[in-house]
């Protein structure tokens, strides 16, 4: 994905359609119309997964929630809603078996009767799962096999309910499902905002007229096909190409908070089933630490990163600590972060936690935009073959088969959790870095060890604490398309959510790792590192931790 022939191809390549947005929708368009055989771009205003996609609470689930809200309402969007999500669960683990992984999760109840209705529940969530599916089937546990499991729990519970769904690294399965698209043929390429549209003379869509945000010039880019995947900023796309539509999109807002793994003390996640608002918390273990989410308010203004601030620890904590021995303090949250769901609205009187999170094709006749509204991560590929489908009945009058269920995205063929060990024989690289590598990189991590040979300094680790090494900057500078000192830091590898400290601390060692790979003179490392450390620094004025 070398970025300058990407752009190149944009500026003189015709193409039989153009994704706009590099989230997971956009990504998941992308690689489903690259594969059916057409000529495809992808562009994406700052990196790939760099809004929603990157600040989910990152769980491939049906959402037992929806499950429970569509039997008290009788309501069967919810319903098909949570079928898709468990449908789709298995292809997201299978594809990328590096990235993804089964995950249990708990649910604490205070009395048996309480635990014959979550194990009602969930044996019913359970049923709704794809014939090809693997996961356990859900199992109610004792207080003291509870225990075991997740030592720090309250003795005030009863028992809990387990059961099973998976867990992804969001932005990194992004990330490969462009990798991907590219791979196969596809030309994709961050830091690309359109901005505008040409239009022929009857009004329908010719051209996007973009710019290369890393350096102001303007790229305009030919396509027979438009789609919009640009989440909770679809609007913007949408009005741009039809002033006369109206507004479609009511953002929310979600956090989490990212507290030390010890605060629960074992690799499974804690379900919370009912915050005083009617919603359900998750504590997920996430690469050595505790997240702790979500929130689910309304949100309007779109030009500002929506931030974790103080009010959403102390909600957070709240609704964790009856669950606790020993209570979570706001001096224990390291990072935190916050995303805004892209929920189609519906009656504005209804708060957003009732709107239902399935996704819509919308075509615009007057300028043929083609617009993918809605949806939820775990349902991605499902939503991009609704999208392409539609693309081909409608517009491109072909159709091919759709092929990204069988599809193993960059990384995951013939991946092996225990190939860390080779990595370790050819690299003499302590373990804890060898499973880092084989589990970020999977199958690719071979092509990082030639990186790490090239320069003794990119066998470095970035900080004592964590197992990333200052090759990865270059790695990822050279192949996977990183332009700055965030995307390496909150996408390529995770530490911008996970601890604010460190990702402040390292931000000069990687802004000169990837300056050298990227050609940039002093003053550009140290205004890259600095822009950075007055990011995270804004991000904990507003915590307040
Ligand atoms: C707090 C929270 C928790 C969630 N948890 C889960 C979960 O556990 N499981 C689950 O399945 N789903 C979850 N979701 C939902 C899921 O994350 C989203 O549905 C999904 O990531 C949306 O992807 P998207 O590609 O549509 O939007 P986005 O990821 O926001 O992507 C849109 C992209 O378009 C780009 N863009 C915008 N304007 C332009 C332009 N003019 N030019 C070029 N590019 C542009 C943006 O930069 C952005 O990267 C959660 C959402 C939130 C907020």
Redesign the pocket.
């Known amino acids: 994905m070398k970025r300058s022939d990407q752009l190149e191809q944009l500026r003189t390549e015709e193409f039989d359609c153009l994704v ?7 990504a998941g368009c992308a690689l489903d119309s690259v594969l059916r055989g057409y000529k495809t771009a992808l ?4 990196d790939f ?5 990157s ?7 049906g959402g037992v929630r929806y499950l429970e809200q569509a039997f008290k309402n009788f309501d069967f969007a919810q319903l098909s809603q949570v079928r898709h ?1 468990l449908e789709e669960r298995h292809t997201v683990l299978k594809n990328a078996p590096h990235l993804a992984r089964p995950l249990a999760l708990v649910t604490p109840v205070f009395s048996w009767i309480e635990g014959l209705y979550f194990t009602i529940g969930l044996t019913i969530y359970g049923w709704f799962a794809s014939g090809k599916d693997t996961l356990p089937g859900s199992k109610w546990l004792s207080k003291s096999e509870v225990k075991k499991r997740l030592p720090r729990l309250s003795d005030r519970i009863h028992s809990a309910v387990m059961y099973y769904d998976g867990q992804l690294d ?1 932005a990194r399965y992004c990330l490969a499902i462009a990798q991907t698209a590219a791979a196969k043929g596809g030309t994709v390429a961050n830091h ?4 505008g549209f040409e239009r022929d003379e009857n009004g329908r869509l010719v051209a996007a007229l ?1 710019t290369d945000l890393r350096t102001g010039e303007p790229v305009r880019i030919r396509a027979k096909v438009f789609i919009n ?5 679809a609007d ?2 949408r009005l741009m190409a039809n002033p006369q539509l109206s507004e479609r999109i009511r953002p ?5 908070a990212i507290l030390p793994y010890e605060i629960l003390g074992g690799e499974d996640a804690l379900l919370i089933p009912k915050t005083p608002d009617g919603r359900v918390v998750f504590a997920i273990p996430f690469q050595g630490k505790l997240m702790l ?2 929130t689910d308010d309304d949100y309007d203004n779109l030009a500002k990163e929506p931030i974790l601030d103080k009010r959403e620890v102390d909600f957070l904590l709240e609704t964790l600590n009856p669950y606790l021995n020993e209570k979570a303090q706001p001096e224990h949250v390291g990072a935190g972060f ?5 929920l189609i609205a519906a009656d504005p009187s209804k708060g957003t936690k009732g709107l239902v ?1 399935d996704h819509e094709v919308e075509y615009d006749q007057n300028s043929s935009l083609v617009s ?1 509204l809605g ?6 590929r499902l939503m991009a073959k609704d999208t392409i489908d539609f693309v081909e009945e409608k517009l491109l009058g072909e159709q091919r088969p759709c092929i990204t269920d069988q599809q193993i995205l960059v990384g995951g063929d013939n991946f092996d959790a225990n190939q860390w060990q080779n990595l370790q024989q050819q690299t003499g690289l302590p373990e804890a870095i060898c499973k880092h590598l084989n589990q970020h990189y999977g199958s690719a991590a071979p092509q990082l060890v030639e990186v790490l040979a090239e320069n003794e300094t990119w066998r470095e680790p970035l900080h004592e604490q964590y197992p990333y090494l200052q090759g990865e900057v270059v790695y990822a500078a050279r192949y996977e398309m990183a332009c700055t000192v965030r995307d390496f830091l909150a996408r390529r590898i995770r530490l911008e959510i996970l601890d604010w400290d460190v990702a402040q601390q390292v931000s000069t060692k990687v802004a000169q790792a990837m300056g050298s790979e990227l050609g940039w003179d002093q003053a550009q490392i140290e205004s890259e590192a600095a822009a950075y450390g007055s990011l995270v620094q804004q991000f904990r004025v507003e915590a307040q931790v």
């Open positions: 706009i947005g590099g989230g997971a929708s956009g562009v994406e205003k700052t997964a760099a809004e929603t996609s600040k989910s609470t990152k769980l491939i689930h999500g969001d690309v905002e359109v901005n973009a995947c640009t989440g909770p900023f913007r796309i929310s807002k979600g956090v989490h989410g979500t916050g995303g805004l769901r892209p999170r993918l949806g939820k991560w775990t349902t991605y």
